[in-house]
């Protein structure tokens, strides 16, 4: 079992900046991918970004130049900077992480960005 904490959402204006980060407990040390996905009303889940063990990223085109994720192995956390935010970012961020062939959801964070 993974337990995952998310922390980072909250307002902020259009082209401002947030930081989400999300920590993972307990069969932590197996995880292989740590990513972000996001949902905004009547939207489907949408993958933003993601990160395996060995670093190598991966980002939808649409955050791409803005965000940036990275992860920190040794405390099992991966953290979302989000920058140069627009109002379609706004969703329900959610982390995911894969550990011996199972996902893993954390609990989701709001991020509202205003015009």
């Known amino acids: 079992q993974v337990r995952l904490v998310e922390s980072g959402g909250g307002l902020v204006q259009a082209g401002g900046s947030l930081k989400l980060s999300c920590a993972a407990s307990?069969?932590?040390?197996?995880?292989?991918?740590m990513g972000w996905y996001r949902q905004a009303p009547g939207k489907q889940r949408e993958l933003v970004a993601s990160?395996?063990?060995?670093?190598?990223?991966n980002y939808r085109d649409s955050v791409k130049g803005r965000f940036t994720i990275s992860r920190d192995n040794a405390k099992n956390t991966v953290f979302l900077q989000m920058n140069s935010l627009r109002p379609e970012d706004t969703a329900v961020y959610y982390c995911?992480?894969?550990?011996?062939?199972?996902?893993?959801w954390g609990q989701g964070t709001q991020v509202t960005v205003s015009s």
């Open positions: 990160i395996i063990s060995a670093g190598s990223t």
């Open positions: 307990g069969s932590a040390s197996s995880i292989t991918s």
């Open positions: 995911r992480t894969l550990s011996l062939g199972y996902v893993y």
